[in-house]
């Protein structure tokens, strides 16, 4: 099976424009969730979608948001950006989390680095 | 809110040596614990995880236990190798819960 993979790999934006970064899950995955990892920081969860409904949020401000369509692929976008969203957004995939432990495991992509300048 | 704390951030070992890195959590209601790993300029890579029904789980040379009553989780490395050489972090959620990652442990194995 592919893993799950990320788009793109590496980003240069400038303050106040907005991204969109895109995540394909492991096939017959349906859960993704994104986080933000920066040195100081670690991994901060941003949210998680399953069957296209966002089922958990992270203490993120509304410019963070995302969508999860039909065939598990989601989308997070950051509007207006700041200098202090630089960092890499990872996106991890699962079965279907809660129902056994194997389904629990979350396998993450290689993440996108987003530079702001 | 959901909380978890990690320590040490930073953990320096000789080759051949085990290494401990702890972790507490506040979500009482936590029944799920994965420990992963990060290779430099790699993705986290799960190595062990624990559900809150089992005391302690081992495979190979690395073992994570679980204190319900405390709300720590422990992950144990033994022999260990500058391969082993990563930052680690561990992670805790509940049922359909989000996963909250700690702030990670970076090791380092000296041969």
């Known amino acids: 099976k592919a893993g799950v993979t990320q788009t793109p790999r590496y980003l240069i934006k400038t303050r106040g424009q907005q991204v969109t970064l895109s995540c394909s899950p492991i096939s017959g995955h349906r859960s993704v969730s994104w986080y933000q990892q920066t040195p100081g920081q670690g991994l901060q969860f941003l949210f998680e979608y399953f069957s296209e409904t966002q089922r958990n949020k992270g203490n993120f401000p509304g410019r963070f948001s995302g969508r999860q369509f039909s065939n598990s692929r989601s989308e997070m976008n950051v509007s207006t950006l700041e200098l202090g969203d630089s960092a890499l957004y990872l996106c991890a995939s699962s079965q279907t989390p809660g129902t056994s432990p194997s389904y629990n495991e979350q396998f993450f992509g290689p993440g996108t680095r987003l530079t702001v300048l | 809110g959901e909380n978890v704390e990690q320590h040490p951030s930073t953990l320096s070992v000789q080759e051949g040596d085990s290494a401990v890195i702890k972790c507490t959590y506040s979500d009482s209601a936590s029944n799920y614990f994965p420990w992963y790993k990060q290779e430099l300029g790699k993705r986290p890579q799960l190595i062990i995880d624990?559900?809150?029904?089992?005391g302690e789980k081992k495979d190979q040379r690395i073992a994570v236990t679980l204190n319900k009553t405390a709300k720590h989780f422990s992950l144990h490395i033994t022999e260990t190798q500058p391969e082993d050489s990563a930052v680690y972090f561990c992670a805790a959620r509940r049922n359909t819960g989000k996963l909250i990652f700690g702030q990670g442990t970076t090791l380092q194995v000296k041969p």
């Open positions: 624990i559900r809150s029904n089992v």
